[in-house]
């Protein structure tokens, strides 16, 4: 893989920000140690110039960044590469309706000789200077989320009640993703959003799908590459038009689907695990299949597919 | 506004062809459908692309300007036959998959061809199976059949080119007619006159592959499953006739000895039928009861009167018993979809009460340290001095599941005892109190039966369910009001109401201060009302609704946005907790 920056110059990205990213790089350099490891090494990098660009420019004045959007637009991948990007090391946090503030700042514990504090995630990566995805921040009830105010506002700091109080590490960002749709969300209130620059993110364009099929799938025949491209919008549409859930739309399964069909399964079976089953309504697969039988032959072979 | 329903089928067949034209906001004029009812996916993808290359209203307006042709069907299946090779050929670069689709079409066609009998080949148009079956043969690699020049023709005719437009295709659909029908629509004067009467009938009749949105809606109408639901009182005829003339004292006897007495005392019973039985309900009267539970407890004992009635309680006795085994043999043979049902409700419902509901504090070895207890870990060697959120839960949520329980549901019993039984199962799993009951109007009585009271663990009485007598909507609603208001032990509380219903009130005493019929506009109208005034008092009020489409706007007035129309048992849990979410989040 190469150097995520040399990425962002061929993505066209403003060399400004690029000479900001390397600034930061230099002004915060990740030494070695215990969380070396936590730099993330995404396997395939977001594309889209214009979210790049805004992404970089909120994290490198300062700010915190949520990343809103329906399924499969690349949040997580996003929030990973910034963070390679940054070359920091990465907390993911995924949230859940049972998280509470001692979850993400930390808890008392007993060690065995006395009561101490057992740091969580979201001290860790404070005071290390780290990058925290919140992953799905809307999972979580809004006043287990309250204790993250100061993190986030202009008081970047962290008061352990009964222990000290923390000054957020200059080069620590938290980045939150959510998606309004699932079940189980709901809307984040004022006070959390209004800490963070909300960054829409748009749904992969067809141009950009079909680089990353490339990127990821190079042996893969043009021409065939854009039916899965095109199978992929038409699942979306569907989705969009509530015909059928947006669980069958799934950019991860379609391209764990192109895997199983590059190891020699047929596309049919392929697309049958990694998509149609997603759904778990019977319908509802009846119409995703007909979609993918309009568009790709059942017994398409890898051979058909890879060159 | 009734919304348009369709059939899976349909719905399915809509799919193929909104996903082939890439709109979704197309109202197609055709729909193709194999014979046994199943979406055909290749036609339907010849339609959507109709759409996409081609206009087509304009293709749809060309096969109305022969409608009154007495070949317009023969006409018809030509002319798609063109379309189909014109659009075949124009999408396939696009579309490299559409060679499979194509031949796997054809042969269904020849499978579909073995499986017919002599009388049925008789029936087809013979020079429209000759086009087919040269065609499909050519697609599928068969020997071409052996055809007359004049076959010949058509069938060479009968290759649109890929790469015509718009302008050429029409021309040819037009040419083809001239030519080997010497027909020409434009100047045909029966164009002008629009088919109805016999001549349209028959058209819809004798309609083989494409069938235009009319027959659709003929299709769905059925398929919902009207004539099942259909108001046709049977058993009961006898005790529903309107009882203006019978003795009220008569009338009451007959309501305890069919339902038990009643849960509330006389005096009870009357503060509430003076609070409740007025405007819209004047003169009727109230009747509450739980089996096994009333206060004069009348089932099981010897009814007192003539014989003749004597028989007629003990029938109607055993005819509920015979239900009730009725409504647990479906539980029992519907079990795996029953299980799947309350699983999937139970743990949606779980993910979501949990953000209504906030945990309580339980002791733990980590968590927030209590001061007061800390002594313990070096005197006692306890360590669990802190606390954490825990698993209980402090329930504020409560159910009202209410049962329209009338002669119109008679054909649907089993799978509402089943639906009412999926609910409060899966509530109780989630430690939500809910308390079903159902309606139903007899002798100007409006009676509410509850089958399980909040408090009760156990479901099974649910299944004692069964349909019989009228459903005066308004009135129950009213009465549910009251008896959640009497029963709400805090102001914070959330109470939900949901209703299976069939949206379609109506009763034997009249409706209105001008002697109305409790019936059609007036009784949706008192229900509506109902319906407003729960919903001013906090209590979030939803409905099930599985009646027939005539009803739906029925529901909608009723209602509002607040119902999901359930088609299938399978889909029922996801419209439920659909239902729930909408509810308590839009009108919380």
Redesign the interface.
């Known amino acids: 893989m190469t150097d995520i920056l040399e990425f962002l110059k061929n993505e066209k990205i403003s060399p400004d920000l690029i000479r900001g990213v390397e600034a930061f790089r230099k002004a915060y350099p990740v030494t070695g140690g215990e969380y070396q490891n936590r730099v993330p090494e995404p396997a395939y990098h977001y594309l889209g110039r214009e979210v790049w660009e805004k992404a970089l420019a909120a994290l490198l004045a300062g700010k915190n960044l949520l990343l809103c959007g329906p399924k499969a637009t690349g949040k997580n991948v996003l929030a990973d590469d910034l963070a390679a990007c940054f070359m920091r090391p990465a907390w993911n946090i995924s949230f859940h309706i049972n998280m509470d503030a001692s979850w993400l700042i930390g808890t008392d514990t007993y060690d065995g000789n006395k009561v101490t504090f057992r740091p969580g995630p979201v001290w860790l990566c404070a005071h290390e200077g780290g990058f925290g995805v919140l992953d799905e921040v809307n999972m979580a009830r809004n006043e287990a989320l309250a204790v993250l105010h100061s993190t986030l506002d202009h008081r970047r700091m962290i008061d352990v009640p009964g222990y000290d109080k923390i000054d957020v590490h200059p080069a620590a960002r938290f980045i939150g993703t959510m998606n309004y749709g699932y079940a189980g969300t709901r809307d984040l209130n004022e006070a959390l959003s209004s800490r963070f620059v909300i960054l829409s993110m748009p749904a992969i364009t067809d141009t950009d799908l079909d680089r990353l099929l490339a990127e990821r799938f190079p042996a893969m025949k043009d021409k065939i590459r854009g039916q899965f491209v095109k199978l992929f919008t038409e699942i979306d549409k569907k989705a969009q038009n509530a015909e059928v859930s947006d669980r069958a739309l799934d950019l991860r399964g379609l391209l764990d689907a192109l895997s199983l069909m590059e190891q020699g399964i047929a596309a049919g079976s392929a697309l049958e695990m990694c998509v149609v089953n997603k759904t778990f309504d019977a319908y509802e697969r009846t119409l995703i299949r007909d979609v993918i039988d309009a568009r790709i032959p059942q017994d398409l072979a890898g051979t058909d597919i890879f060159a | 506004m009734i919304k348009k329903h369709y059939s899976?089928a349909s719905r399915?067949a809509l799919?193929?062809i909104?996903?082939?034209a890439?709109r979704?906001d197309l109202d197609p004029p055709f729909m193709a459908f194999h014979a046994n009812g199943q979406a055909d996916?290749y036609f339907n993808?010849i339609i959507g692309l109709a759409d996409k290359w081609l206009d087509l209203k304009e293709v749809a307006a060309f096969f109305a300007s022969y409608a009154a042709h007495p070949k317009a069907e023969e006409f018809d299946e030509f002319l798609w036959l063109g379309l189909e090779n014109h659009l075949y050929e124009r999408e396939l670069p696009?579309?490299?998959?559409?060679t499979?689709?194509r031949k796997k079409r054809g042969e269904q066609f020849f499978l579909v061809q073995q499986t017919l009998s002599e009388q049925q080949m008789t029936m087809q148009s013979m020079p429209v199976y000759r086009q087919q079956q040269a065609r499909w043969a050519i697609v599928t690699g068969r020997h071409l059949p052996l055809l007359s020049p004049k076959e010949e023709k058509m069938a060479e005719a009968l290759a649109f080119s890929g790469s015509w437009n718009k302008e050429e295709v029409l021309q040819a659909m037009r040419d083809f007619l001239k030519e080997f029908y010497h027909y020409d629509p434009v100047s045909d004067p029966r164009t002008q006159r629009p088919v109805t009467g016999f001549r349209a009938w028959y058209r819809k009749l004798n309609s083989h592959e494409y069938k235009q949105n009319d027959i659709l809606l003929i299709r769905t109408g059925s398929g919902l499953g009207d004539p099942a639901n259909a108001v046709a009182l049977s058993w009961e005829d006898r005790i529903a006739a309107p009882q203006t003339d019978r003795k009220q004292e008569e009338d009451a006897r007959y309501i305890r000895d069919v339902f038990g007495g009643s849960v509330l005392s006389d005096e009870e019973l009357h503060q509430a039928e003076s609070l409740l039985c007025t405007d819209n309900d004047k003169g009727c009267r109230l009747w509450i009861t739980a089996p096994g539970k009333g206060r004069s407890e009348a089932r099981g004992k010897e009814p007192a009167g003539s014989r003749s009635y004597r028989v007629e309680i003990e029938d109607t006795r055993r005819r509920r018993k015979t239900q009730e085994e009725h409504n647990r043999r479906y539980l029992k043979d519907n079990r795996r979809t029953v299980q799947g049902s309350i699983q999937r409700l139970s743990s949606?419902l779980d993910?979501?009460l949990?953000?209504f509901l906030k945990?309580m504090p339980e002791a733990a070895?980590?968590?927030?340290?209590l001061p007061q207890k800390?002594y313990r870990?070096d005197v006692l060697h306890d360590?669990f001095?802190?606390v954490?959120?825990g698993e209980e839960k402090d329930i504020r949520l409560r159910v009202d599941l209410l049962l329209d329980a009338s002669q119109s549901r008679m054909n649907s019993q089993e799978r509402i005892a089943a639906e009412a039984y999926v609910i409060a199962k899966s509530l109780e799993q989630n430690h939500v109190p809910v308390r079903v009951t159902t309606f139903r109007s007899l002798r100007g009585f409006t009676v509410l039966e509850k089958l399980k009271e909040a408090s009760d663990r156990s479901c099974d009485d649910i299944l004692r369910y069964y349909a019989g007598g009228w459903n005066r909507d308004g009135l129950a609603l009213k009465c549910m009001r009251y008896l959640i208001k009497e029963d709400k032990r805090s102001a914070e509380d959330l109470h939900l109401l949901l209703i299976l219903t069939d949206a379609s009130p109506n009763d034997t005493v009249a409706g209105s201060a001008f002697g109305k019929n409790y019936e059609g506009a007036v009784a949706v109208d008192d229900a509506a009302a109902a319906v407003k005034a729960l919903r001013a008092d906090g209590i979030r009020t939803a409905a099930v609704f599985h009646g027939s489409t005539s009803h739906l706007e029925n529901v909608y007035r009723i209602f509002g946005k607040e119902y999901i129309r359930v088609m299938s048992f399978?889909?029922f849990a996801?419209g439920v907790i659909d239902l729930m979410q909408k509810v308590m989040q839009e009108t919380g």
């Open positions: 899976k399915r799919n193929i909104w996903n082939a890439g979704y996916d993808t696009e579309r490299p998959a559409l499979g689709l949606e993910t979501w949990s953000s945990g070895r980590a968590g927030a340290l800390a870990i360590p001095v802190f954490r959120d399978r889909q996801d």
